[in-house]
């Protein structure tokens, strides 16, 4: 691992919901402490922690969509068993955390919501997963609400799906995506967040405003001259994601994630990445968060309902509180007792689906 920069040393910003304490590194030279991770480590599996989990009264079914850029957005389409094909039936998107893939918590609330009697599809958001989209891990906020947009396109052409009974669902940094996208696509009926992160306050801000203006000047300044660098061939660089090793100085944030990106409870790679990469977003692309304001706007969502859950603990539950202050109405903001950020991940006996449940039955049952 390279030395840690000055800039780094000082970030308090979160991005991809996680603390920007870990150092940009070269895609050549990877990340030495991803082969350090303690093997007398042991994960909380505590509240029913079930990521992985595989349902027997869902079929699944993978598919892939172009959005309107013509990139190629791949998802798993979950149907219950015993789904009458010749009805119109509900259906929710389902987006899963920045810098993850619909294996990594997506999945699992699309089948626990199909058992629940919803068509569900879960998505890899553009440059991550099975999607297409080059440098990979890049970020643009604008193509990644595009990718709920193109979901929409794809349910309301399935013929068991009612185009005017879809709902969406984000999970921490797609929550704010899928907000952006509700903004112009009146199609999505109700939207619901789950542990949502501004991506925009927060990579501009840092958790409860504990970014200077001066600190995040040397975030972009650094990205910019990266630029240089990879325009003329030379090694792409990452930042931020989760670290890869703890140690006595690591933060009670930095623990939460790796406890679920770190290892078996929810450590996923994608075909073509390793685990040094994943995680963690291109440098040069990240600071495109800078420019990204979701909760602007947001009470042109009304009159469509929205519903924004937060861990009682969690280090993100400001996020939720300002969107549902922002928010039109119909609105609530459900707050999970004893829960922190990353639980709502797949702590199964924590997540709140009964509240899930009848939030989109309730505003996705026929008019």
């Not at 850029?69 to 798993?76: I, L, Q, R």
């Not at 999945?107 to 199909?114: D, E, G, T, V």
């Not at 799906?161 to 696509?185: E, M, N, P, Q, T």
Request: some cysteine; charged content about 25%; overall charge positive.
């Amino acid at each position: 691992m390279k030395k840690k920069s000055i800039i780094t040393r000082v970030l308090t910003v979160i991005a991809l919901g996680l603390l920007l304490s870990a150092a940009t590194f070269a895609f050549k030279t990877g990340v030495d402490a991803a082969s350090k991770t303690d093997v007398a480590y042991k994960p909380d599996m505590s509240n029913g922690a079930d990521n992985f989990y595989k349902s027997d009264k869902v079929n699944m079914k993978q598919v892939s969509f172009k959005n309107q850029y013509n990139m190629k957005v791949a998802g798993n389409l979950f149907i219950p068993k015993g789904l009458k094909k010749n009805t119109k039936n509900p259906a929710i998107i389902v987006g899963h955390p920045m810098g993850a893939v619909k294996e990594q918590s997506a999945n699992l609330y699309a089948q626990k919501m199909a058992e629940r009697g919803f068509v569900t599809l879960s998505l890899d958001l553009s440059f991550w997963g099975k999607s297409e989209g080059q440098p990979r891990n890049a970020v643009s906020p604008d193509i990644y609400a595009e990718d709920f947009s193109a979901a929409v396109d794809f349910l309301g052409t399935r013929p068991f799906v009612d185009r005017d009974r879809i709902g969406v669902l984000g999970i921490c940094g797609s929550g704010s995506f899928a907000i952006s996208a509700a903004k112009i696509d009146p199609r999505m009926k109700a939207i619901a967040t789950v542990s949502m992160y501004d991506m925009g306050n927060a990579n501009r801000n840092g958790l409860k405003h504990s970014l200077t203006l001066e600190q995040r000047k040397k975030i972009i300044a650094e990205a910019a001259e990266q630029r240089y660098v990879e325009f003329t061939g030379g090694e792409i660089k990452y930042t931020g994601g989760t670290v890869h090793e703890l140690n006595e100085n690591s933060t009670a944030i930095e623990r939460e994630f790796y406890d679920f990106y770190r290892t078996p409870r929810g450590e996923f790679t994608p075909k073509g990445s390793s685990p040094e990469l994943t995680t963690h977003p291109t440098l040069t692309s990240n600071v495109k968060f800078m420019n990204f304001y979701p909760f602007e706007d947001i009470e042109t969502i009304s009159p469509r309902p929205m519903l924004f859950i937060a861990g009682e603990n969690a280090h993100s539950r400001e996020f939720s509180e300002d969107a549902y202050k922002l928010a039109g109405e119909p609105k609530e903001l459900y707050i999970v007792p004893g829960a922190g950020h990353v639980d709502l991940y797949d702590r199964v006996n924590l997540i709140p689906f009964d509240k899930l449940e009848s939030f989109f039955k309730e505003n996705l049952k026929k008019k």
